[in-house]
């Protein structure tokens, strides 16, 4: 059974730029969410979508977005990026959410210079 | 502010021993507690979840959860180096809720 898969592995944008990232999770999960890690905050909370509609959302600005299509894949949205949202970001997904377990994917490094 | 707190570490222990690896929580709503391992440069992976008090053993990995006192522990018993990693301890209200809050890991080392 194959992972979740995110696309592309590593990325270097420009501020002000623009980026969308991609998730394909597990099949047959209809879960995803997103999060951000960096070294001085941890793991955080991005949102999470489930049948196509944003469930939860976490703290994060409005730059933030993404969506989920009727196969479960995911993208994220970030515009007018900063230096400060270079990050490791990760997706997750799982059968229903809630009290399910979550699957990680490998993660996408967006570098912003 | 729902936190969950671990000792950043570095928790280093010998070859063979018990690592004990801790997390508190302070929402009393929480039900549903998950232990991931993440080395460095990769994804967290799970390895454990616990939902009610007590004891759950898989392999070497024993997890506890005290609700009463909202702690969770893992321990990692006959330590192998190949354990060395960050522990992230996940927990997450129930109710549909997928809001997860982790915590900033624990470092474990191993060293023969």
């Known amino acids: 059974k194959a992972g979740v898969t995110q696309t592309p592995r590593y990325l270097i944008k420009t501020r002000g730029q623009q980026v969308t990232l991609s998730c394909s999770p597990i099949?047959?999960?209809?879960?995803v969410s997103w999060y951000q890690q960096t070294p001085g905050q941890g793991l955080q909370f991005l949102f999470e979508?489930?049948?196509?509609?944003?469930?939860n959302k976490g703290n994060f600005p409005g730059r933030f977005s993404g969506r989920q299509f009727s196969n479960s894949r995911s993208e994220m949205n970030v515009s007018t990026l900063e230096l400060g949202d270079s990050a490791l970001y990760l997706c997750a997904s799982s059968p229903q959410g809630g009290t399910s377990e979550a699957f990680f994917g490998q993660g996408t490094r967006l570098t912003v210079v | 502010q729902k936190e969950v707190e671990q000792n950043s570490g570095p928790l280093s222990v010998p070859e063979g021993a018990i690592a004990s690896l801790n997390c508190t929580y302070s929402d009393r709503g929480s039900q549903s507690f998950f232990w991931y391992r993440q080395y460095s440069g990769k994804s967290p992976e799970l390895i454990m979840s616990?939902?009610?008090?007590g004891d759950k053993e898989d392999g070497r990995f024993t997890a506890q959860l005290n609700k009463a006192s909202q702690y969770v522990s893992l321990l990692i018993r006959d330590s192998q180096p190949s354990d060395s990693a960050t522990y992230l301890c996940a927990v997450r209200r129930g109710g549909g809720s997928y809001i997860p809050t982790f915590g900033r890991g624990t470092s474990l080392i191993v060293h023969p």
């Open positions: 979508y489930f049948s196509e509609t944003q469930r």
């Open positions: 099949s047959g999960h209809r879960s």
């Open positions: 616990i939902y009610s008090n």
